[in-house]
């Protein structure tokens, strides 16, 4: 079982709709994937409620123990695909593990699954806290969404900072631009310094498009609303890459 993350500290970037995506596109090919929405506000649960309006459970029971993962998970929304929906409970996460001793508990509680589940896709908030410390360290990799503005590169360095301090492995953060509007000449500009700005990137960037904005309003992952749109072709790009970076060409 592999484990990965969208995350970056800026809101508003384009995690949720990458890790829906991506989710979605592994368990098309064969790979039993799990998505949890670890945002307590809970956008994943709209952009698949196209499937079925699925309710979160409050987290308690799991963070105490009393309740395994399993409990929590909305089996096959699509085929291949479970998800754990956010709870406003969510929030209390981050002070529960705060308490907690375990450096991995997150990891623990996912353990359980590791025979059906080959990967699970972590969708987090835009906030640095002990909840993205554990995401940021049991994670294989992490994705991060990189809008091609000044301020966004300025949140990139700050994660990157942030990783080498904590020493989770600056390898692991694989950021791609995102949002990106090549009618801007400051995203073409910033695009064409890739190399230099981002490093470790994906090599692909995901374009501002209509058909990713009305992923919410659809419910739909955006290879069953649009599949033939330039955007959804990169998404399709991404999961190739991420499935190589986590198994290598022979998977
Ligand atoms: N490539 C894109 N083109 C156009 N709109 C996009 C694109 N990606 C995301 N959006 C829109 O931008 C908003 C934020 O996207 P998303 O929820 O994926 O970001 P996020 O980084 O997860 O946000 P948050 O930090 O609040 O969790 C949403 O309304 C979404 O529809
Ligand atoms: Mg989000």
New binding site residues.
């Given amino acids: 079982m592999r484990i990965i993350a969208?995350y970056?500290p800026?809101?508003?970037?384009?995690?949720?709709?990458?890790?829906v995506n991506v989710a979605y596109l592994a368990s098309r090919d064969n790979c039993r994937t799990l998505l949890w929405d670890l945002?307590p506000?809970g956008?994943a649960s709209f952009y698949l409620s196209g499937a079925e309006r699925v309710k979160g459970r409050k987290l308690s029971r799991l963070l105490e123990g009393k309740s395994p993962v399993s409990k929590f998970i909305e089996e096959e929304v699509y085929p291949g695909l479970d998800f754990i929906p956010a709870h406003s409970s969510f929030r209390n996460f981050d002070i529960k593990l705060e308490n907690e001793a375990d450096e991995n508990a997150l990891k623990d509680f996912l353990a359980p699954l590791s025979e059906e589940t080959s990967l699970v896709v972590l969708?987090?908030?835009?906030t640095l806290s002990r909840l993205t410390e554990q995401v940021l360290s049991i994670a294989d990799a992490i994705y991060v969404?990189v809008v091609p503005t000044w301020l966004s590169l300025n949140s990139w360095s700050q994660l990157q900072s942030f990783v080498k301090e904590k020493k989770s492995g600056r390898k692991k953060l694989r950021p791609f631009f995102?949002?990106?509007d090549r009618r801007k000449s400051l995203h073409r500009e910033i695009l064409t310094r890739g190399p230099e700005l981002l490093d470790n990137r994906l090599e692909l960037a995901?374009?501002?498009?209509?058909?990713?904005?009305?992923?919410?309003e659809a419910g739909l992952p955006l290879e069953l609303l649009a599949p033939r749109t330039p955007?959804a072709d990169v998404y399709r790009q991404m999961w190739k890459t991420i499935r190589q970076d986590l198994w290598g060409k022979q998977h």
């Fill in positions: 969208f970056s800026k809101g508003g970037v384009g995690k949720t709709a990458a890790a945002d506000q956008a969708d987090c908030p835009p969404p995102s949002m990106v995901v374009p501002y498009a209509s058909a990713v904005e009305r992923m919410g955007a």
